[in-house]
């Protein structure tokens, strides 16, 4: 067992043998408190992989030693909260299939460094369950929520803030070396300013049209033929993930410029999440944010003027982030006092 008081390095600091492990920062969303996860260090890397586990796809980037990128693929869900079983089994599937592309084969992962970026990750023992369960044997690997890794790539590890509009939604900010993640408790309790909440919504409206309840329109209609009958839909509903919830959102952003009465408060209500995200992102002293995820390019005209303002793209994207974790490159640590397995 080894304790750690307080203190900040740099990753250059945490590799010259001032420290016996390589330390990963991961902010406890439910306690504000930072945790640590532990790695053991390998030396100068072949290869470096980077991984952005979402709740639709699992993306995959192979890059080697000097930094030249030779393979990227995609799969299923990553979201660990799906099980990790799911969540490898995607994971693995990005990464035989950047292999294949790269010309190469599983027999290069013990020289490989993999960074992990993933949905569903909030606290410190997620990062140890999520590696821990690894089904191939890596060189290193670092484990992190999504938001910190897209963070990380952002902005290059320097101040800023990131607001994920995807399948599901989180904030982080990166303020002074310390991270401070905003949202992100998973769809069922949260996910404004999503996909997935466009998509939940857009259901609840149809069906009260349904019944009369609400207005209904020739957008409610449409969500209503896509599953046959509102019957059809409860079925859907039993097993459906945020996922399948997300994939209506396109039909909402179309609808809403067609100018229908249901879906332009939708995605306006959804503009507004965003736009209270990014103003307290701001307020917790980010210099400015980045807007990432697949619905950030379709959500952006429907934002106020002051968010526009204040979004700047990314550097790097989160695969980059995820790489750039997995390098050991001018991250910032913060270490808590506590105790490491």
């Not at 693929?73 to 292999?99: C, F, H, K, Q, Y």
Request: aromatic share 6%; with cysteine; proline share 3%.
């Amino acid at each position: 067992m080894t304790t750690y008081k307080l203190v900040s390095i740099n990753m250059s600091q945490a590799l010259s043998g001032a420290l016996p492990y390589y330390l990963i920062n991961l902010q406890d969303q439910s306690q504000k408190a930072l945790y640590i996860t532990v790695m053991k260090d390998i030396p100068c890397p072949n290869y470096y992989l980077g991984i952005d586990g979402g709740g639709t796809r699992c993306r995959a980037r192979l890059q080697d030693d000097s930094s030249r990128t030779i393979g990227e693929d995609e799969s299923g869900p990553a979201n660990i909260r799906l099980g990790l079983d799911v969540a490898w089994a995607s994971i693995m599937t990005a990464i035989d299939r950047a292999l294949s592309a790269a010309g190469l084969s599983r027999d290069i992962l013990a020289q490989t460094a993999l960074g992990l970026g993933l949905t569903g990750v909030v606290t410190s023992d997620d990062c140890k369950r999520t590696t821990d369960a690894a089904p191939a044997e890596f060189g290193l690997i670092c484990a992190a929520a999504d938001y910190h890794v897209a963070c990380l790539g952002a902005f290059g590890g320097e101040d800023g803030a990131i607001q994920i509009a995807g399948t599901g939604s989180s904030g982080y900010a990166i303020v002074g070396g310390k991270g401070y993640p905003v949202g992100g408790w998973g769809f069922v309790l949260s996910e404004k300013g999503s996909a997935a909440a466009l998509g939940r919504d857009a259901i609840r409206a149809a069906l009260e049209a349904h019944d009369k309840l609400a207005l209904q329109t020739a957008f409610t209609e449409a969500v209503i033929r896509r599953f046959g009958t509102p019957a059809d839909i409860i079925d859907w509903s039993e097993k459906a993930r945020a996922g399948d919830y997300g994939a209506l959102s396109p039909l909402a952003f179309d609808y809403a410029c067609k100018g229908d009465a249901v879906a332009i408060p939708l995605v306006k209500q959804v503009a507004a999440d965003i736009d209270h995200f990014v103003a307290h992102l701001i307020g917790l002293g980010a210099p400015k944010v980045c807007l990432v995820g697949g619905l950030a390019s379709h959500i952006l005209a429907w934002l106020s003027e002051t968010t526009r303002k204040r979004l700047v793209e990314p550097k790097m994207d989160i695969l980059n982030g995820a790489i750039l974790m997995a390098r050991h490159d001018n991250a910032v640590i913060t270490l808590r006092t506590g105790t490491v397995a």
